[in-house]
């Protein structure tokens, strides 16, 4: 009866939710965004074959985490997001410590949060074509990435702090 219709209905589902995740279905995405984007990029690429996939992934994880980038600022919305842009950069390597240090000291714990980050990121790499659209996505991936950042940023505010309670040049630290 009815376990059997459940089973029939989920693996049906099942089959055609897997025709959506597939790499020409990307493909068409990305035409299909820089057809109608003004601000297109990538179009050289062909990510419908895994090599394609791995030849455009560099330039599509430059553009989503990095778009639109300042000397290339074209029209207004894409100068107001110039000031999220800038700090966004400026974030960068609070990023890089947060991630090396978790990774160092607390692997098993973000593993999942790292894993999953990463594939939504090359995922939306792979799949955008346009500048705006990039960037937009993007907002979808830096929750992940403040988590690193934050992480970076303590560790950087607690190395100044341990610096300034050293007794300069010997190494110790100070009395209190």
């Given at each position: 009866g ?51 996939a ?49 990774l ?32 937009r ?34 190494g ?5």
């Amino acid at each position: 009866g009815w376990v059997k219709r459940s089973v029939a209905v989920t693996r049906d589902m099942l089959e055609r939710q897997t025709t959506y995740l597939t790499l020409e279905r990307l493909q068409t995405t990305r035409e299909d965004q820089a057809m109608w984007g003004e601000s297109r990029f990538g179009q050289e690429y062909d990510v419908s074959t895994p090599s394609g996939a791995v030849a455009a992934l560099p330039k599509g994880l430059v553009y989503l985490l990095f778009a639109p980038f300042p000397w290339a600022i074209s029209g207004l919305r894409q100068a107001l997001v110039l000031p999220e842009t800038l700090v966004w950069y400026a974030l960068m390597p609070a990023f890089v410590r947060g991630l090396r240090l978790a990774l160092r000291r607390h692997v098993r714990s973000v593993l999942p949060i790292v894993v999953f980050a990463v594939s939504l990121t090359a995922a939306y790499a792979l799949m955008q074509g346009n500048v705006g659209t990039a960037y937009r996505q993007r907002t979808q991936v830096t929750m992940f990435f403040f988590i690193f950042m934050g992480a970076g940023l303590a560790e950087r505010r607690r190395e100044q702090e341990v610096k300034a309670n050293m007794i300069p040049g010997s190494g110790w630290p100070r009395g209190r």
